[in-house]
């Protein structure tokens, strides 16, 4: 007799997106969940203070350096790093329930959080987000007006140091026109859903 079985759900990819800050990286990963509903932001704990227009469970879960602490010792991230001088990291669980409903779910954390997600999840798609030039980057750091001149200046020295993991990255995406580098995260999420290994039953049409 066969068994009365619910359709099993394809479990969702991991896509990470990092950037050194200024490189449009949010603007592009809110771009794309507008467009993409089987698309989930993991929204990440942090010790950093809220900026004007940001939301606690929205943007990020705002907390402090001793919850953020015990959450480590609860073994509750499955990545954190200290990101210019603040803590930031990837909730464990909400990661694992929402890949096993089935959706994609997209990390927007720094490289060092790459690199641990990728040792993680070995099946992780890595994206790396540059922008054209490191002038264009001082730029858009200056004209966004978000930081004071001393975290500008931190900023950039640590945009070298971040670029410099781009080999650890499955995709480059150069940010100079935002529509372009869209298109091309877009084509990245495509791909990788077509792509054999993803597949439970590779061999079609074979017994
Ligand atoms: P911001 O303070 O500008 O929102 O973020 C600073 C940096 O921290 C960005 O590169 C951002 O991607 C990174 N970040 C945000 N959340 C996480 C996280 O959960 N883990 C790690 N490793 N980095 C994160």
Redesign the pocket.
């Known amino acids: 007799m066969r068994k009365n079985r619910l359709p099993s759900v394809k479990r969702g990819l991991i896509i990470v997106?990092?950037?050194?800050?200024g490189s449009g990286?949010?603007t592009l990963c809110k771009k794309l969940l507008e467009t993409n509903h089987k698309l989930i932001y993991?929204i990440?704990?942090?010790t950093?203070a809220p900026?004007a227009g940001?939301f606690d469970g929205k943007?990020?879960f705002f907390t402090n350096v001793k919850i953020f602490k015990k959450m480590i010792k609860n073994n509750e991230?499955v990545?954190?790093?200290e990101?210019?001088g603040?803590y930031?990291?990837?909730?464990k669980k909400y990661l694992e329930k929402t890949l096993s409903r089935g959706y994609d779910v997209i990390?927007?954390?720094?490289?060092?959080?790459?690199e641990?997600i990728k040792n993680t999840y070995p099946e992780s798609v890595l994206i790396f987000i540059a922008p054209p030039s490191l002038d264009e980057l001082k730029k858009r750091l200056v004209t966004r007006a978000?930081d004071n001149s001393k975290t500008i200046a931190l900023r950039l020295k640590n945009a070298q140091k971040?670029m410099s993991y781009v080999k650890f990255y499955d995709y480059l995406v150069i940010n100079d026109k935002l529509d372009t580098a869209l298109d091309q995260l877009k084509s990245i999420i495509r791909a990788e859903h077509t792509k054999i290994k993803r597949h439970k039953k590779p061999n079609l049409y074979l017994n």
């Open positions: 997106v990092s950037a050194p800050s990286k949010t993991s990440s704990a942090t950093r900026r940001e943007d990020y991230f990545e954190w790093a990101v210019h603040n930031y990291g990837t909730p990390l927007d954390i720094d490289v060092q959080g790459g641990a978000q971040e």
